[in-house]
Nanobody, 118 residues
Framework: QVQLVESGGGLVQAGRSLRLSCAAS????????MGWYRQAPGKQRTLVAT???????NYADFVKGRFTISRDNVRDTVYLQMNSLKLEDTAVYYC????????????WGQGTQVTVSS
């Protein structure tokens, strides 16, 4: 089992920055990739960014150039640096982890609210 705990959400003005953190614990050696998803009210959960155990990253088009995903292997933590935030970035952000040999994400955090105001 893997446990994920997000932090860093909050209220921020448009154009400003915010950094989310996701601390992983448990059987972390089973994890091949971690990612951030988000879900806005009335919308489906959407992939934001992913990072593999080798450090390869992938981003949704709507955050390219603004968001950066990174990982600290010493602290077993994944970060999402969000710059130039827009109103439409308002959502609950979820951290997720995928086990080796799986195509879907197996573990999810509880989510952290990000609200961007004008």
């Amino acid at each position: 089992q893997v446990q994920l705990v997000e932090s860093g959400g909050g209220l921020v003005q448009a154009g400003r920055s915010l950094r989310l953190s996701c601390a992983a614990s448990g059987n972390i050696f089973s994890i091949s990739a971690m990612g951030w998803y988000r879900q806005a009210p009335g919308k489906q959960r959407t992939l934001v960014a992913t990072i593999t155990s080798s450090g390869s990253t992938n981003y949704a088009d709507f955050v390219k150039g603004r968001f950066t995903i990174s990982r600290d292997n010493v602290r077993d933590t994944v970060y999402l640096q969000m710059n130039s935030l827009k109103l439409e970035d308002t959502a609950v952000y979820y951290c997720a982890a995928r086990r080796f040999g799986y195509s879907d994400y197996n573990y999810w955090g509880q989510g952290t609210q990000v609200t961007v105001s004008s």
